[in-house]
């Protein structure tokens, strides 16, 4: 285990942390309660047995060991466990992306990859600041005359924390905004990864967005993981949606449905503007590093509930290529 780390984001893993695992159709009694124990060793704080129980279920039911590995690397990074290691939370997580490549916990896998990453390095940056901020600090103490420079020096590494907070004043701001009036249209550009809210031809605010795994072209069938193209209307929402909230779109059209006829297929459907999987909210605006939903547009857990407030029902969706 690596030595207690000096900054950690608990937003970040507070929210994945308590997660609670769903056990699979397919598992045996065995290794339900297995997993079972796993997870009340955890919720006890006992987080050494915790790893072992998913470690023994590796070993003993492989095909339930992409689950496994993937909790031992919640496990391995979770702030309240003070034998964390980051480094062996990394590898759990590219072991599920390198040896089940097929596995429901691979994207997953690749958002705390890259999410561990981040935050390690800008832990890294704020830690140095704070160790600079103190060398100034004693600068001060052991040198009067050269005070007012020193602390100028502070204050502007002060400030760049500062600046997050001035950040989250700014959004608040446009949500502000977003509540003078409704939109009357949504305009989605899949190039761009950009969704616009429009009202009366003037543009409200834009969103950068995900789209489906498979972008490129409008979509077919059922199951091609591709988002639409065309035009349709929100004609409903769903607020306890597993992707925090979500507005239905009128997914397929007539022009679906016909091209659906022609390739003799199903055009599927489902197809929502949503936010971030349940559990998953920590990512933020990270997530749209990657193409991850099955054909929908997904935005952030605060963004959807910004959009939701301002899109009635029968809003015009425009989908461009």
Known sequence: MRKKQNRIHPSFFFACIIMTPV???????????????????FARGNYNASLSKYEEITKKHPTEADRALFEMGIIYAYSGNEQKDYQKSLE????????YPGSGYRKDSEVMLFTISTITFKDMTITAQQRQIETLREEITNKRNETVTLQKKIEALEQDVKSKENEIVSLQKEV???????????????KARRLTLIAKGKVLKTYKIALGGNPNGPKERQGDNKTPEGTYIIDSRNRNSGYHLSLHISYPNEKDKKRAKELGVSPGGDIMIHGIKNGLSWVGDLHTNVDWTK???????????????VVPNGTLVEIRP
């Open 176 to 190: 502000f905004a977003l509540q003078r009036g409704p939109a009357d249209k949504i305009l989605i550009e899949k």
């Open 23 to 41: 056990l699979l159709c397919g598992c045996s009694h065995q290794v339900k309660s297995t997993f079972m124990e796993a997870n009340d060793l």
């Open 295 to 309: 054909g929908c547009i997904a935005v952030t857990d605060q963004e959807i509930e910004e959009i939701e407030k």
């Open 92 to 99: 759990c997580f590219r072991k599920v992306i390198k040896e």
